[in-house]
Each structure stands twice: as C-alpha cells, then as structure tokens.
C-alpha cells in the first residue's frame, strides 16, 4: 500500500510527464503485500488487510466508494450482519448470560476508553484507579487492564460471592477468563501477543476515523489494484527481491565500489537483486515491513550496506511488531440440504479456564485456548473465522489441516455438545452435527517478506521511534557540500505515528514520502 501510493503520487505528478524515472520492485509475485484478497469455497475472503477502520474520513473508504468496491454480488467477508447477540460458553459447556458477561465487558471497555485517551464516565472505581495507575508510572495496557479487574473486585468484596451453578466455575474464575477472552481480542487488534508488552502512554496517541468499521464487497486488493492501474506495464517488476541496498552516508564513509561500477557515480544508490543483477537510483523508498527491517539490522544481514546509523537501528529494534492469523474453516453440510433450514451456526464467544487451572479440559489443545471466537464471515455462511495473536498464531502455522480440524472438533464437542442453539430440531448433539471439511489460513510470521502482521508501540518504545522510522537518510540536518540527501526514504504502517498497523497509515506514508520528493523537485 504504501509503495503503490507513492508511486501512484510520483506518476501522475511528474513521472507521466517524464521528469523522473520510476520503478517499483516488489520481492513477491503479486502487489499488494499484507492486503491479500482470496477465495475459499466460493466466498471472497481477506488474508491480510480485512477492515476500513471508520468511514469518516478514511482514504481507503474513499477509494472504494471511487471504484465502487463496497458492493458485490458474490458472497463476501463481511462481518456486519450479526443481528444476534454472541453466544457465550464457558468450557464445559455453560452458557454465560448477559449479567454474567455485560458487566466485565463494560469494565474491559471503560478501561480500553480511558487508555486510549477517550471520556468516560467518572464511575468512581474506574476513574479513581486509572488515575492513581498513571501516578504511580504505569507501563503497560496489560498491567492496567490487569490492575483495573483488581480494582473492580475490590470494590464488589461487599457482593456475596454467589456460584453460578457451573461444575468446577466460580464466579471470579469466570469473570477472570471472560476478562482474558476480551484481552485475546485486543491483542489480534494490536498484534501484541502479550498485552504486557503494549505501551500505556502511546495507546492514547493512536488515532481512528468515526464512524463504522466496514469490509470491501469486492476485495481489499482492488484498492492496490486501482493505485496500480495508472502506471504504464513494466513500472512494476514482480518478483524482484532485493538482497542489499548500498548507499553514501553522510560521514565521508563513501563506497568506492558504489563509484566506480557507477562511472561518474552520479546516482548514490545501488540496489543488489536475489538473482544477482542490479539497478542504480538517486533515491529508493523502503516500504518493506518491520518484521523485515528488524532482521535486516541484525548481525551479519548486510540488507544496508553501510549499515543504517544508530538512532534508526534503535528505533527499529524497540518498537513492536507481532503475529495476528486468520483461521478459515469450512461447515460440512449436514443432513438437511436446503441451506434455509440447516444449520444456522452463532457468533461464537469462547470462554476458557485460565493456564494454571488444573480444570482445563486435557484434549482442547493449547494453541486454541487463547482463541477468542468463532464466527460465520456473514449471517448464514457456511464458513466460520477465529483470529490468532502471538505464539498461538505462529503455532497454527506449523499446523497441518487434519490437526486444526481435530483441534476445532474436541473445542466444538466440550463446548456445543448439548446446545439447544445449533442443529435446528435435530434430535443428534452439535458433537456429530458440527464437522469441518477444509481449512484455510495466513501465515504472516513465517513469510520472509513480511516476517510479521503490523507493527506496536512496545513498553520502552515511543510514538518517537515511529516518527524516526520516518526520518531519512542521509539525516536531513548535516548534509555536507558534496551530500546527495534523500538517498534512502521510509514509508510503511510502521513509520506513521498516529495511524501505525493500518492500511490508511500506509497510504499516507506514501504520500508523505512522494510529497518530500516532489518538493526536492520543486514539483
């Protein structure tokens, strides 16, 4: 996105008229990058990218609505036609009421609200410790949220700790690990596989659009697809994987090699390809992903030749950049073929014992307990979703088909057993009336071209390190007489400081990076 918005900017601008001369060289063999729409058994799905974070102002929405993507015929992953509320289950089987659930889900949201610098009530309990947290130098949004549940149990000792009639479930156990399924959730939206690691003061600097968070009818790559469409073929050069990227520093260090194959070494940059050739630019923007930036400052990686100075290795190495997963699994249709009638299978909240429970149930493996639902992708599809953070996501990676369908089978039969939800009438248990038939899923963190899902503010990382992974290089301040600046830009999720994880902060990355050589130019 962010690589295709630039060029998409410097094209019309200037490269159309022939003021400069553009490539675009892209590692795989498709555009697009972490926006990867597809196709599962007949449904158009997203592996990657999946929503417009708020229609408000937001670029992306704009495209869309410009290309007229927002609407499709063909089923789609669109997530917003739950008319009913989640069903939620504890394992064992137990439904959970609303009195059960609401109140932690109100708790976990206030404390999301005022970390992330919204209003809210000053309901006492809430109020009163958030502030004392941030008194006392709270680091992380995990230690908060954690401290936060402490402070709701100690203000509700005066409530008689009433069973909720649950085989080996008490009350506080329950409110524990409905707390940790809403925690799951946030960590598949920030990508933090701990939320321990998630810093507390730059969770109010991120920024969201208003207004309603949509999917794209006919596919996120059709927004990459429409930025690309205006360059001429042969602009863009798939499968060109870049292996090093010499370029002049601004500290007298200059690459002999880099002038002499160069000639009168007129153009600073020299980029090294997988297959051996190589190609020479004034300026080259990375828009490669964190997860790769971080492997390529690490020892011995001779991505950037001389290697990037400190204040930018710093920077790269202190933010975070985690796994999210997306698990796609298919419904066998079950004895009734009419799809009007069959099974109408709910949005699935899944509510498990906590680690160190020696309650757990021994055959629910432990990559799926952190797994916070299970949902169709629209009202009566017969495809279901569960998002993976961290380790779990990693984890699923390495996982054949047959063993995430025996996963999911044990987790729906603890579950769904004796539910009075599912099957329609049918006298048999969701046991044999739920199967799965395929699988589909990402594999971010393993992909060498991305490493990784989107980026974080890490404890002991700053909205400063994103403005640095902005910055560069040469560094702008102490250019010398003989210095060729603006060598090697940066653009990306990771280098916006307000809109870092999303595809509109990659957009606009893009544009920043476009517009600062645009105005080198005098364009």
């Given amino acids: 996105m962010a690589g295709l918005t630039a060029a998409n900017r410097l094209y019309i601008t200037a490269g159309s008229k022939e003021l400069l001369e553009l490539c675009v060289v892209e590692g795989g063999n498709r555009i697009g990058g972490r926006i990867k729409t597809s196709e599962f058994v007949g449904n158009r799905i997203e592996m990657g990218a999946t929503w417009v974070h708020g229609i408000g102002g937001s670029p992306v929405y704009k495209i869309a609505q410009e290309i007229k993507s927002l609407d499709s015929d063909k089923p789609w992953e669109c997530m917003d036609e739950f008319l009913d509320e989640p069903l939620t289950i504890a394992e064992g089987g137990y439904e959970l009421n609303s009195s059960l659930v609401d109140p932690i889900s109100i708790l976990f949201k206030k404390l999301m609200d005022f970390a992330q610098g919204k209003a809210i009530e000053q309901d006492g309990v809430c109020s009163e410790f958030a502030q004392s947290y941030i008194k006392n130098g709270g680091l992380s949004v995990g230690s908060f949220l954690r401290k936060g549940l402490d402070a709701y149990w100690g203000s509700m000792k005066e ?201 757990r149930h021994p055959k629910i493996p432990w990559w799926m307990r952190r797994t916070a639902s299970l949902c169709p992708i629209y009202g009566r599809s017969n495809v279901v979703l569960s998002w993976f953070a961290g380790k779990e996501a990693l984890e699923l990676e390495s996982l054949g088909d047959e063993e995430i369908i025996d996963g999911y089978s044990t987790m729906i039969s603890n579950l769904l057993g004796n539910s009075k939800h599912l099957c329609n009438g049918y006298a048999n248990s969701a046991e044999s009336c739920i199967k799965f038939d395929k699988v589909l899923k990402s594999q971010w963190g393993t992909d060498p071209l991305f490493l990784g899902s989107y980026s974080y503010v890490a404890v002991g990382s700053s909205g400063d390190d994103l403005d640095t992974m902005a910055e560069p290089l040469p560094k702008m301040s102490n250019h010398s007489f003989n210095s060729k600046p603006l060598q090697i830009l940066f653009a990306g999720e990771a280098t916006h400081r307000t809109h870092y994880s999303t595809t509109h902060g990659a957009y606009y990355s893009g544009l920043r990076e476009a517009n600062r050589l645009l105005q080198h130019y005098h364009y």
């Fill in 159 to 359: 409530q008689e700790e009433e069973s909720p009639g649950f085989d080996n479930w008490t009350r506080k156990s329950l409110e524990e690990s409905i707390f940790a399924m809403l925690e799951n959730t946030q960590r598949t939206y920030t990508s933090a596989g701990d939320l321990q690691t998630l810093d507390f003061s730059a969770e109010s600097e991120y920024r969201m659009f208003p207004g309603k968070e949509i999917t794209i009818a006919k596919g996120y790559s059709t927004i990459v697809e429409s930025l690309a469409s205006v360059m001429p073929a042969g602009l863009i050069q798939l499968g060109r994987k870049v292996t090093k990227i010499e370029w002049m520093p601004d500290d007298g260090r200059h690459n002999q090699s880099l002038d002499i194959e160069n000639g009168d070494g007129t153009k600073p940059v020299k980029l090294h390809f997988y297959d051996g050739s190589i190609m020479y630019a004034d300026h080259v923007i990375v828009t490669v992903s964190l997860g790769v930036l971080k492997q390529g400052i690490r020892d011995n990686s001779g991505m950037f030749s001389p290697p990037l100075p400190i204040f930018k290795t710093e920077a790269i190495s202190r933010l975070g950049f985690g796994v999210v997963n997306k698990l796609f699994l298919q419904l066998s249709p079950n004895s009734d073929e009419d799809g009007s009638d069959g099974m109408m299978f709910p949005y699935l909240q899944m509510v498990f014992h906590q680690s160190d429970s020696k309650l």
